[in-house]
């Protein structure tokens, strides 16, 4: 059985991946910052139920040696890595000018310093194997700035070039490296958006509404399957047609 690592997956995009990802077949791990996290929640207990087998690791994926424990742990509990979602993301917002240095260090550590902890120390399991698929979590906030997002969008355009390094660097040992960048998609994180704001993205949206939870997992299943096997180093827009 294939097994997939999914991080910040007790909530928001990363459990309907990680949900999707069981559906798919795979044996699932979950990952999030705290136990806490998974209090009052039924993630693995729904995935179990797909007859996958499914734990919990609790690690804060900005550390540099919690990714290496917890990516240990996994590959003894389950005997290989095939996919690593780099999902764990957070916002700290503020106009420049008030954005503060711990603001900026906070989002970028753990929005982009987990995606180079976690793909070097999976990326070594999968380099190994001689197969794996990766595949990170940008944002349009990387591809085209956010008011108000000058830590965010910084960490979503350095997962881009990051994906294009990982592609480059683990292509030729059977490893592919993608990223989805979605729009605005309806999630804990998005419901923290004024009602002004909601109502000015919603007019920039081409199909005129919110992504859901299951559109990304969706394009991430796809770019974990066997269909996706060509397909290295690119970045898939999720937005209803928010650029074009
Ligand atoms: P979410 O609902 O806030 O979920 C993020 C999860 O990551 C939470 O469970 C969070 O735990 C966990 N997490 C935070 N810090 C962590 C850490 N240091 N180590 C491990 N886990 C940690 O967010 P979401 O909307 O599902 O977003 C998922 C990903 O998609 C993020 O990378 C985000 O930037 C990206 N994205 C989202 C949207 C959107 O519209 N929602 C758009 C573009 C990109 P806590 O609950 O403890 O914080």
Redesign the pocket.
Known sequence: MATAII??S?????AAIALRLAKDGYDIAL????ES?FENNDIADKIKALGVKCEIYI????KHDKCEEMVKKVKADFGSIDVLVN????TRDGLLARMSEEQYDLVIS??QK?VFNMTKFAGAVMMKQRSGKIIN?A???GLYGNAGQMNYSAS?AAIIGMTKTTAKELGSRGITCNAVA????E????DKLSDEMKSAILNMIAMKRYGQ?EEIAGVVSFLASDDASYVTGQVIEISGGLSM
Do not use: E, H, Q, W
């Not at 007790?10 to 990363?14: N, Q």
């Not at 690690?59 to 900005?62: F, G, W």
């Not at 999902?87 to 957070?90: E, F, K, P, S």
């Open positions: 991080t910040g007790a909530r928001g995009i990363g990952n999030d910052v705290a996290c690690a804060d994926v900005s999902n764990a993301g957070i753990v929005n987990s979590l944002s349009v906030a979503k979605p729009g605005f998609i999630t804990p994180m998005t939870v």
